[in-house]
Structures are given as structure tokens and as C-alpha cells.
């Protein structure tokens, strides 16, 4: 029987259309969030869009969304549009007048605001019109998205977060730092009034060795590159100047604004422990993973710039920048000015604020200093709950401190104000010293007003989420005296948003998704520890980088240094320990309401609190035991509910009551070791 040969032009038809796929598949595409806000700014609905391109609607909001990614002719087909409708965008303008109706004498208008620096094309034109090259000949490779992870493999090979990588010619770092500013690598700002953002490059060990970068640093206590060094002077012949950081793990490397356009790159050194210390511990990936691991942190929160604590404050001035273009009708010219709801300049804390190191904390006596921390609180269980319960279940509160900073308004730009006897306003954000010693309290609960979970025993400085707490719970509430902060608002908001958003996407990637029974939730999470990890290394960062953004507001001095002296940190807009303490005070607050309600619907009571770990009796060792089931089997509204949202709760480990009291008779809080230990 003879066999069917496909004649050569067949083939040759074949061939092509597969390079052709290949080809599309690299076509580059903007990031999700900017597909949806170039199809919106021109009117156009996902259907619009579907209907032109010959897919389904939902097809679109899966590619708007960043759940799958065009193929074939259609990809090439979708940049082309995208890239259309970028070209399409003009400046806005005022409103027009409507027909019919009179316009208004124009008022004069004043100039356009000063561009910020042109950076190349991220995602350049296709060249349609242009002859169609060879369907053999590999597409060129563009430098696209926030950074670059840099490896060495007899050259330096740059490799981008979308999965491109590139030869560089470049052998040491002036060319590298040179190809960077050239490439075109940086975010779009977050906020309007904001600047995008720097580039990153990531070396890795080999291209830190090959760019004659020791292999480690050998000041320890600096964590700096010694001044000297042959690589500090060739950039200094190059005319790179460093941040006051130095060439560190982190560093900062820029030339001097010329025209108004800068010229800076952040650099990170793994072979120093960039990310594998303070914050990050990424597991080991190849440097291809590794970009794309840090191109999604980007894409959910920012670019990395330092420890998981810096780019946590740093994301709260990203999304809030301290100043904006403003126009001066005087000199008839833009002008840089404040920005409306931003921490613009630094502010003295109030006396009963500052920490203890804290030059206004000279001479204070230990009871003026307020103590707004979280708790640490357990007591011994009565004889009916070692009776009845056999177990102890430890519940996890999901991103507590960082979901306590949403819509909670906080002191902005005004110091604060002394004021006497005043009459509490639960509006208005401040410190206030009031006497909470005649408050009713039980003992199957922490006191939501001491750290200890004590009951207070006489006059005591408070935020005013706690005492709007109190009033709450109908205890009198009658201040001596306050320092009240008159400016005041959300400035946590847009902060809380965008890590609520990254902690949610990066859960479900990990197959833990909102609102599925409780049951369904603690099996997910119980199959955690064999996800991607990748995936619960970058979950973590997140995690980090919403707590070591708030423990930055109250930075302490880094060396040893002499007490009562300033130290750097005082002089940040952000070094602000009063919203701290208001975030602390408002996670403290929402725990004992539901414990509270739990308390009055179960009958059961906490054993331990360890700032957002709380310890119950259980009869059975499971979670499900402790929290009550709901009608739709996802909880009580108002209760503790497991769940993967912020507020709601995880199980943070099982044990027994004997375990329990074996650690409690040894006088430690067992919050804080049930996870730690294995079951007894």
C-alpha cells in the first residue's frame, strides 16, 4: 500500500505556519491592568474588542485579568489593537461645551505641566506596514517590564519577566548600568501625581563574580562595598554617583539630573544575601524563574528596592506621593506642591508617642509612655474545660495588622495639638490620657486596653480607636487631657488595597480561593506545604512587606547610638509611630469584638493571645470544632470565620490541653509555640 507523501510546497505551508505561531507568541503585550485601561479610555467593551478579534467576551476579561494569554494570529492581532489605542490617546482636556448652550468665555490656561523623563517604548510598535522578514529568522528580543535578573554563561544574558532573555555586550558594570538607563526597563507609577519607576537588576552570583563583585562583603556591620574599591572608582569615572547606602546588598546608582531626566538603576547582589535575607527568602530558581517570580511582586505591589520593610514604607509613598504638579498663577508656571492626602514632611510625635530612645522621652516616667502593642495574654483553663477538652486549636488572623489599616484615618500634616480636659471625638485621630481603671472586666477575656491583656489600674494614654472602644461597650470615657491631630484621613487606604489584592491573586494561584465552605478552606491549606516554593516564597514577601511597612513607621536607630539623639529615620515623612499605634490598637480592638461575640454565641472563651495567634478548647482537634459552621457552612458574620479573606482565620497548629498546660505551668504563652511544636 503506498503512502500518502505531502508535496513540498505542503510543507514548506506547514513549517511556516508553526514559525508564524511562534512568532505571535512573542508579540509583545502590555501588562494586564494597562489592557483594561487602554479598551476603557477608548469606550470600547470586552464584547467590542471579542467581536473584532473573533473570540467570546470572556475570552478578553480572562486576557484584561491576567488568568490566560492570546495565541497564534490572534495575539498578534490583540498587540496590534493595544498598541493602536495607545498611539490613539491624546492629553485630556477640559469639559466641552454641550450644543446648544452658551460656552463660557474661556478661562486662560495655563501651560502643560512640565513631561516627566521620556523612557524608551515598553511595548513598541509592530511594524506591519514594514516588509514581513524571513518566518525563519528569530524575532529580536525587547527589554520589557520592571527589571532585569542578570546571569553569566561565558556573557552576561539579561532575562525579563516575561520569559525573553538577551545577550548583553556589556563586561563590566558601567556598560551594564549603561545598557540599563538604554533598555527602556522601569514601572508605570501607581499613582498619578507619582513617577514611574527605576529599573532593577538582579545579579546573580555569576554575574556578580564575572563583574568583579566580591563574593562577599567583608564588613559585616556596614554591609557595604569598601570605599577604594576598583568597582567604586570605575563608577566613579563614569560619573555614577551612590546613594547614602553605599554599594551594598541594595544599592542605588545614578547620575546627576540633567535637564530634568534622571538617570538611576537599584541594583540587587544575591551573592550578599539581596534576597535571601530581611524579608525575602526566595528558594533557589533559575535566573528565568526568578524574573518572573519578581515580576509578578512588581506587578502586585512595586519593584523591589531593598528589604521587604523598605518596600513596604516605600509602597505607601509610591501610591500617596508627598507632592504634585501644582500651577503658580504668579509666575504663570508649574510648580512642585503638595498633594492632598500624602505625609508631606516630617512632624514631631507627641510626647507620649515617641519610643523611649526618643529625644522627647527624656525624663518621662515610665507611666506617660503609651502602650498601644499587641497583646500577649494566657490564662490556666478552668477545671470544666480540662474536662471538657480534650484539645486546643490555635486560629490565625489573615493579614491582621495590614487589614486594620483600611479606612482608618490617621494624623496627615499638621502637628499634633495639646488640648486639656477635652471632650472625646471618636473622629479625631490622637492620643488622649484617660483613667479606664472603672471599666467592668471579664476574665475569660483580655482587657482590649493593656498589652498584657491586664485590666488597667489607673491613667493611661490611649489611641482614640481604643477609647471609641470603650464608649462602644458603654464604659465612660472622660479624657484628661489629648494631643489630637486636626488634618486627618485615610491615608492607609490605597496601601491596604493593593496588598489585600496581591495577598488574594497569590493565594488563589496557590489554589486557595474566597468564599468556599470552611471545610473546603482548611483542606486547601492543609495541602499548602506541597504547593510551588516559589509561589509560598513570594506569598510570604507579600506578607513581610504589609508588616515590615508598618513596623517601619516606628523605626528605631540602627547602630548604637547614644540616648535621647536623633537618628536618621526621624527625619522621613513616614516615621510616624502615632498610625502604628492606631493600626496595632484597631487589630487588638477587632480580635476582642469577635472573641466577645464568639464568647456570647459559643460559650467558649480564648485561652491565649499572642498579637494575632488566639488559642481555644476544642473537643475535637480540628479548627472546624472552635468555629461556628453558618448556614452555608462559610461562618457567622461578626464571629471568627476560616476563611482566606482579611480578617477571617487559618488554623495555626492543634494540640493537647495537657500540651497547654505543661507550657503555661513553664510561663510561656502558648500562642506562641502551638505551631512550632509537634502534637503531643
Known sequence: MRENHPDTSDLHARVDGLLADLTARRSPL????????????????????????????????????GKREPLGVRRTAYARLLTGLKHLEKPKRGDKPVPG???????????????????????????????????????????TGPLAVIDHD??????????????????DLVGLLEWTLRSGLHQESLSRHGKDSDPLIVLTPAASAALHLPAHLEDRTALRLPAGHPVLTQLGQAGFLLTRRGFGPWAGIYRPVVNNKRASVHVAVMAW?????????LPPLPPSDLARLLGTYAARLLTPSGSTAVC????????????????????????????????????????????????????????????????????????QETADFPHVVGLDINIAFISAASRLYVGRNAPP???????????????????????????RLPSPFTATGLAPTGPAWYTTVTLAYAKELNIEVRPIEAYVRDDHGPYLDPWYTRLRDAYLATMADLGVHKDIPQAD?????????????????????????????????????????????RWPALNQPTWRPDIRAAVISRTRVSLHRKMRRMLTETSRSPLAVLSDCVIYPAHQPTALDVVPAGPDQTGIKG??????????????????????????????????????????
Open 639 to 680: 464571629l471568627l470565620c476560616l476563611g482566606v479573606n482579611p480578617g477571617f482565620v487559618k488554623e495555626e497548629g492543634v494540640q493537647t490541653m495537657a500540651w497547654y498546660q505543661h507550657q503555661h505551668t513553664q510561663g510561656l504563652n502558648p500562642a506562641r509555640y502551638i505551631k512550632a511544636t509537634p502534637n503531643a
Open 521 to 565: 478552606y482548611l483542606a486547601a491549606m492543609k495541602r499548602l506545604s506541597t504547593a510551588d516554593p516559589a509561589l509560598l516564597a513570594l506569598l510570604a514577601a507579600i506578607k513581610a512587606t504589609g508588616k515590615g511597612g508598618l513596623g517601619k513607621l516606628r523605626e528605631g536607630p540602627r547602630a548604637p547610638a547614644a540616648p535621647y539623639t
Open 30 to 65: 502590555p501588562p494586564p491592568r494597562e489592557r483594561t485601561r487602554l479598551r476603557e479610555a477608548a469606550g470600547l467593551s470586552p464584547a467590542q474588542v471579542a467581536d473584532t478579534l473573533v473570540c467570546q467576551a470572556q475570552d478578553v476579561e480572562a486576557w484584561e485579568a
Open 154 to 171: 561565558n556573557l552576561l544574558v539579561a532575562h525579563f519577566t516575561n520569559g525573553t532573555h538577551l545577550p548583553l555586550d556589556a563586561d
Open 101 to 143: 448652550e452658551s460656552a463660557p468665555a474661556p478661562a486662560p490656561t495655563p501651560p502643560a505641566p512640565p513631561a516627566q523623563p521620556q523612557q524608551p517604548a515598553l511595548f513598541p510598535a509592530t511594524a506591519e506596514a514594514s516588509p514581513r522578514p524571513p518566518v525563519a529568522s528569530e524575532p529580536p528580543v525587547t527589554p
Open 417 to 443: 495639638r495639646h488640648v486639656t480636659t477635652p471632650a472625646f471625638d471618636e473622629k479625631t485621630p490622637g492620643a488622649w490620657y484617660c483613667d479606664l481603671s472603672h471599666a467592668p472586666h471579664d476574665p
Open 273 to 281: 544575601g539581596a534576597l535571601s535575607q530581611d524579608g525575602w527568602n
Open 312 to 383: 513596604g514604607v516605600r509602597l505607601m509613598t509610591v501610591l500617596r506621593p508627598p507632592t504634585k504638579a501644582t500651577y503658580d498663577q504668579a509666575t504663570r508656571k508649574w510648580v512642585s506642591g503638595p498633594n492632598p492626602g500624602a505625609l508631606h514632611k516630617p512632624f514631631e510625635p507627641a510626647p507620649p508617642e515617641a519610643p523611649d530612645t526618643h529625644p522627647l522621652a527624656q525624663g518621662r516616667l515610665p507611666e506617660q509612655a503609651m502602650e498601644e502593642e499587641a497583646w500577649d495574654w494566657s490564662r490556666p483553663p478552668d477545671q
